[in-house]
């Protein structure tokens, strides 16, 4: 057998690390562009699960040729070019379609393929491929929990493994999910299009539900090695203010918009110079982006000043504004934090606004008291591999200086826990409670 001399090798493991690179920087652009890429080529073939098998096919595509010829200077132009040839291949290959695939392959080749301008001005609302296809993924023909299934896929570019921990369900559930509804939105003709009056206002709970679970993604990623994901939560933002200029008079998208901007300020503070994830309590107040916030309690006056009953966005938006105007924590107003979650648990009630409820009610009359309520929250079975369960738990024995339980906790919520940064805090945080119970 031949072997390979010591500077072959070297050269052969150069290689390999530019490939691993390559590989990544693919899967860092397939994040920030396939959202465009999908809804670009929707509004095309208008055909949401097709759209999303050309994106895919353009996808592998740039895995065989990206890493021996360097990524090119505008990827997402590439990825649409690709996924535009094989589009005209799809149709001309398919009898059925015998007669229209010269027409459309004309039209294809005619339209305007370059990926969506997301960096212009918000002036293109009603024609914005992308609120399209969140419209399209949450049409009424489609369950709730698979619009929303649907549409962080499409939009949010979520494995399915992530969207299913952000709803705590199994797996295989939002898999079977997201493919029915792409077979239904086929068989059924849905429109590639924005809807209009009280349409637009039945489908636009699952399209709030949809945006926010995609800023949550980016905002606390729930994987990968990377705390934020700013193009998720920049995407969800310029969608949340589409559908505030597209409905001023209604306050849940105005509270939306409220909670997402003033969530969003915090982000420089949240990481640190290493991208180690910072808690709220530990952040530097100063780093908090004050445009932002002033746009969010803007947004949340305006939602207020609306008059109507306050819905689940307008009440998260207010805790988040609490928050927003203490210059420091000790100044933060708990009892009217606590409150408010007492209110959205009667409007919403979910065992993690209850796990939020009892971190504010911590704060407000000691972690006695919210230990109490978190110990309630742990025969609940939808909490049983959420992370943040232990966390919260391990946090308030901590400051109960039940320092071996809270070690225990925090090494159980690392275990769980799919976000290298965050797993990293968690163990750090059990070390400090070993080292203050003086236990190895």
């Known amino acids: 057998m031949r072997r390979s001399c010591p500077g072959e090798a070297k050269m052969i493991s150069s290689v390999v690390v530019t490939a691993t690179e390559t590989h990544r920087a693919i899967d860092a652009v397939w994040r920030i562009e396939s ?26 595509a740039a895995l065989e040729r990206w890493p021996e010829s360097g990524i090119p200077d505008n990827p997402g132009a590439w990825l649409m070019a690709a996924a535009k ?12 379609l015998e007669r229209k695939h010269e027409e459309l392959g004309r039209e294809l080749e005619e339209k305007e393929m370059a990926v969506p301008d ?47 921990r952000a709803f705590l369900v199994p797996e295989a559930t939002v898999a079977q999910r997201i493919v029915r509804s792409k077979r239904t939105l086929a ?22 539900a949809v945006i926010y679970l ?16 700013p193009a998720l939560c920049e995407d969800a933002l310029r969608l949340g203010r589409i559908l505030a200029a597209l409905e001023p008079q209604e306050p849940e998208v105005h509270g939306l918009v409220a909670l997402m901007e003033i969530q969003a300020s915090r982000s420089r503070a949240r990481v640190g110079p290493s991208g180690e994830p910072i808690l709220l309590f530990d952040q530097n107040r100063a780093h908090w982006d004050q445009l932002l916030i002033r746009r969010g309690l803007a947004a949340l006056k305006h939602a207020e000043g609306l008059g109507a009953a306050h819905g689940p966005y307008v009440l998260q938006a207010e805790i988040v504004a609490c928050h927003a105007r203490a210059r420091a924590p000790e100044e933060t107003d708990w009892p009217r934090i606590v409150t408010l979650y007492a209110a959205l648990a009667r409007l919403a009630p979910s065992p ?26 742990t025969a609940e079975r939808s909490l049983e591999n959420y992370h943040l369960l232990p966390s919260v738990r391990g946090d308030l024995l901590k400051k109960l200086s039940r320092f071996e339980e809270a070690g225990a906790e925090f090494k159980r919520a690392a275990s769980l826990t799919h976000n290298a940064r965050e797993r990293e805090l968690l163990l750090e945080r059990a070390r400090a409670c070993a080292s203050s119970s003086g236990t190895s």
Request: charged fraction near 25%; charge should be negative.
């Open 118 to 164: 997301f960096e212009s001005a918000l002036d293109d609302d009603i024609g914005d491929d992308l609120l399209r296809l969140v419209f399209t993924a949450c049409h009424p023909v489609l369950p709730t929990e698979a619009r929303v299934a649907l549409t962080l896929r499409l939009l949010g570019g979520l494995t399915t493994e992530e969207i299913a």
């Open 214 to 229: 995609i800023f949550n993604e980016g905002y606390s990623a729930t994987t990968g090695d990377d705390w934020l994901r």
């Open 85 to 96: 040839h094989r589009a005209i291949d799809h149709f001309r290959r398919n009898t059925r």
């Open 35 to 60: 959202a465009r890429l999908i809804a670009g080529l929707a509004r095309i073939v208008r055909d949401v699960g097709l759209a999303e098998d050309l994106a895919q096919d353009a996808l592998v």
């Open 187 to 208: 068989e059924k003709r849905v429109p590639f299009e924005v809807p209009r009056g009280n349409e637009l206002a039945a489908r636009l709970s699952s399209v709030l």
């Open 352 to 377: 993690v606004v209850e796990l939020n409820r009892a971190v504010a009610v911590a704060m407000a009359f000691g972690p006695a008291a919210g230990l109490e309520l978190v110990d309630a929250l």
